[in-house]
């Protein structure tokens, strides 16, 4: 039997979030999908840096960089947006024409980064009929306002209408009501399923062994700063370091503080430097840091922390939540408020501690993580983790049975 073929297109403009939640999505159909092939589409500039499993391969496209000004523009090549825009087009039409996917998974933008889809649904819908389009939404996009703007703007919904055959939302219902923030109209809220949040299931790690790798001693604390891919990281990096300073000035640390701090890989690297160095001018006494750009093992080390320090992403604060960690989350508030309403929403079910970033100051942000490491562990998630399951089930239903998948049955049982 031929294998299965899914194509994935990854939103990647900005940060590593959207990918990571769909390289998570592949590697769980992977496991539970036998004969199984995907094509994943992506202008990730850091898309090399991850493991692949077998049975996963990808098609770099140039990239675009949305920054914190939220326009487009080719990150790299400096060519015209356009002339960039169009050429990632044709990189994915032609992809979808020899790869002949059953099914075309879409993250976020109906039509693609600047309608960079539209040929290739177009194909799919009248040339290759048989073929299952989905889209996959995140939680939260962004304040109601301006996603109802966007979507009427761009003809989303008309998109998803024609287009598309289910809309699946790896989030609640109970925590953000998507359709009726959104104002969807019936017959895209009729394809919509909520499937619960996407996790990485808890790994086993030797705590002690990790924090003694990073010379930590029992009672000192050790705390995670993880501000995502970084790009838009160097405040609150900037800000935690001018915090650690503050405990030479009468704080009442009675610890030493031990930080590791992740500043991202596009972080630029001027900043990164900077930050190093006025990590060097920390008392040694009162704060010991270590500086890294990237790992790929950002959830263990996540659960060997006492505390987190992050800004508000999607995956950060799912992980947050599975772990149990006690955290101070500074979200993001442009060029979108997704993460100031995900923190919130997070904060108000006891999840997270949420710090605005209007009264982040060192001082402030300081104090919150010396609060934070004499509170007990948040209680037990209250929140449906069944993402990855419920996505599997949901495209399964959509593939004719020639080719559907044994939902839920582990690739070691069916052999």
Not at 283 to 308: E, I, K, M, P
């Amino acid at each position: 039997m031929d294998a299965t073929r899914i194509m994935v297109y990854s939103h990647d403009a900005f940060g590593l979030g959207n990918l990571r939640r769909m390289l998570a999505i592949c590697e769980h159909l992977l496991t539970r999908w036998p004969n199984l092939s995907i094509l994943l589409v992506s202008g990730s500039p850091m898309i090399h840096e991850f493991r692949l499993p077998v049975g996963l391969d990808y098609i770099k496209l140039p990239c675009l960089n949305r920054g914190l000004s939220g326009d487009l523009c080719a990150k790299y090549l400096g060519t015209p947006m356009l002339k960039t825009v169009e050429l990632r087009s044709q990189l994915i039409y032609s992809a979808a024409l020899h790869f002949q996917p059953h099914l075309f998974l879409v993250d976020k933008k109906p039509t693609g980064l600047a309608g960079e889809l539209s040929a290739t649904l177009h194909y799919l819908k009248n040339a290759l009929t048989d073929s299952k389009c989905v889209l996959l939404l995140r939680d939260i996009l962004d304040t109601p306002q301006k996603t109802i703007r966007e979507w009427d703007r761009y003809g989303y919904c008309q998109t998803v209408q024609a287009y598309y055959d289910r809309v699946l939302v790896v989030g609640m219902q109970s925590v953000f009501d998507m359709v009726q923030a959104y104002q969807l109209p019936l017959p895209v809220a009729h394809k919509l399923r909520y499937c619960g949040y996407i996790r990485k299931p808890l790994q086993k790690i030797d705590r002690d062994e990790m924090r003694s790798h990073f010379k930590v001693t029992l009672p000192d604390p050790f705390v995670l700063v993880t501000p995502g891919g970084g790009e838009d990281g160097y405040r609150l990096v900037h800000t935690y370091l001018q915090g650690l300073q503050t405990l030479t000035n009468g704080s009442g640390a009675k610890r030493t503080v031990h930080s590791l701090i992740l500043c991202g890989p596009e972080m630029p690297a001027d900043q990164f430097e900077q930050l190093q160095q006025l990590g060097a001018q920390v008392d040694f006494r009162h704060a010991r840091v270590t500086f890294q750009s990237f790992t790929h093992n950002l959830f263990g080390y996540l659960q060997a922390a006492d505390v987190v320090v992050s800004m508000g992403g999607y995956n950060t604060l799912t992980e947050i939540v599975t772990a149990r960690k006690r955290s101070v989350v500074v979200p993001r508030m442009q060029p979108s408020q997704e993460q100031l309403i995900r923190a919130t929403c997070f904060s108000q079910k006891g999840l997270i501690t949420m710090l605005s970033p209007t009264q982040m100051t060192p001082s402030s942000l300081m104090q919150a993580v010396l609060t934070q490491l004499d509170e007990p562990s948040p209680p037990p998630e209250g929140l449906d983790f069944g993402g990855l399951p419920q996505v599997l089930e949901q495209l399964g239903v959509l593939i004719s049975p020639a080719v559907q998948p044994a939902l839920g049955t582990p690739l070691a049982l069916l052999a």
